[in-house]
């Protein structure tokens, strides 16, 4: 995504934005306190169609919406309290999906446009980077406590339960880049 094409891409990267907060609205509360959402479907989606460049600026755009206090994240939360909560890292990994799966799209060249294999790929990496980052970030706000939680415990209950929708987003992700890539 160009950002010097002035509005159209301004107002790609704002349409992309709402769509990752409409996407977080619609949650399924988990025991662990990470709720499932479509929000990865909306990062991935962002990558997809802006581009790495276009997908993060999109997805700091959320996570800044959130961090002042707009109700931008999952149960219609907002405060900078989420983000630093221990579930906060998957947020902020979040960047990294936009990233990787725009990286993935910006590699498509014409010819393999008709694929949507490349965008399957750069979310399941993407995804992959999110669940790391935000693992850890929820190891080490743990880590200093009387509930310090394992590596292990916390795959157990941060990744685990959410790897299959997650498949699911990434496969749903291809599919509708594969549909709407005309408009991109």
Not at 87 to 114: H, M, N, P, Q, W
Not at 129 to 140: E, I, S
């Amino acid at each position: 995504m160009d950002l010097k094409k002035g509005g159209g891409a301004i107002a790609r990267t704002a349409l992309f934005t709402a769509i990752i907060a409409v996407c977080a609205w619609l949650s399924l509360p988990m025991p662990s306190g990470i709720s499932i959402t479509l929000q990865t479907l909306g990062v991935c989606l962002a990558g997809a169609f802006l581009g790495a460049r276009g997908g993060l600026i999109s997805t700091a755009a959320y996570i800044l919406l959130g961090v002042v206090g707009v109700p931008v994240f999952s149960g219609f939360a907002g405060g900078v309290g989420i983000l630093l909560s221990p579930v906060g890292g998957y947020i902020v990994g979040f960047l990294f999906t936009a990233l990787c799966v725009g990286a993935f799209s910006d590699r498509l060249k014409k010819s393999e446009r008709e694929r949507t294999v490349p965008i399957f790929l750069g979310s399941l990496l993407g995804i992959l980077l999110c669940y790391a980052f935000g693992t850890v970030w929820y190891v080490l706000s743990f880590a200093r406590t009387d509930k310090a939680v394992t590596f292990f415990s916390a795959l157990t209950t941060c990744v685990l339960p959410y790897v299959l929708p997650d498949l699911f987003k990434a496969a749903m992700a291809s599919a509708l880049w594969q549909k709407l890539k005309k408009y991109r």
